[in-house]
T-cell receptor
């Protein structure tokens, strides 16, 4: 099955700095790469996703880049704010067909210090 | 639109007892998932339903876990008997179509003592 590695497990930055979280995956057939943000005690919420026919996607302060050849993708958060503090999960899936499922990384605890 | 509903929110049981969780997906979402999230880890898929049929239950510990989705709408996940290592948050998620994102419920936090 799919194997997803996520690094780092914890990340502490100063407010206004950038944060980068990286994930690698094993299945070259995977074609869907979402990122979820989970605040303490709350549900995971989709913040951005990218499909394999796109190399980069940006939404305000958040961007995701994908290198299909190397099988890795990254989340970039610029101008971090204290409310960005949360656990971030990458996930990998195959968005075609009925047997669509997401395999998640172990998560990155991001702390933004004021 | 209303989100994915789960109940109960919290449950504390002793080992070897039984427990059941309920999930009501977003209206019209054909695909439903149960994930187990152990503290400090990412969600792990337990079972996937397409309407009322099981698509993938390869990671469901079938000796103690069972799930059903009668009528292709809401679903229940049961653990019988529970073990200490079952302590986790059980997340239900649903999606509308093959290319739409997953929507998660708030989860049920299970503590087995």
């Amino acid at each position: 099955g799919e194997n997803v590695e996520q690094h780092p497990s914890t990340l502490s930055v100063q407010e206004g700095d950038s944060a980068v979280i990286k994930c690698t995956y094993s299945d070259s057939a995977s074609n869907y790469f979402p990122w979820y943000k989970q605040e303490l005690g709350k549900r995971p919420q989709l913040i951005i996703d990218i499909r394999s026919n796109v190399g980069e996607k940006k939404d305000q302060r958040i961007a995701v880049t994908l290198n299909k050849t190397a099988k890795h993708f990254s989340l970039h958060i610029t101008e971090t704010q204290p409310e960005d503090s949360a656990v971030y999960f990458c996930a990998v899936g195959n968005s075609g067909g009925s047997n669509y499922k997401l395999t998640f990384g172990k998560g990155t605890l991001l702390t933004v210090n004021p | 639109e209303a989100g994915v509903a789960q109940s109960p929110r919290y449950k504390i049981i002793e080992k070897r007892q039984s427990v059941a969780f309920w999930c009501n997906p977003i209206s019209g979402h054909a695909t439903l998932y149960w994930y187990q999230q152990i503290l400090g880890q990412g969600p792990k898929l337990l079972i996937q339903f397409q309407n009322n049929g099981v698509v993938d239950d390869s990671q469901l510990p079938k000796d103690r876990f069972s799930a059903e989705r009668l009528k292709g709408v809401d679903s229940t996940l049961k653990i019988q008997p529970a073990k200490l290592e079952d302590s986790a948050v059980y997340l239900c998620a649903s999606r509308a179509r093959w290319n739409s994102p997953l929507h998660f419920g708030n989860g049920t936090r299970l503590t087995v003592t």
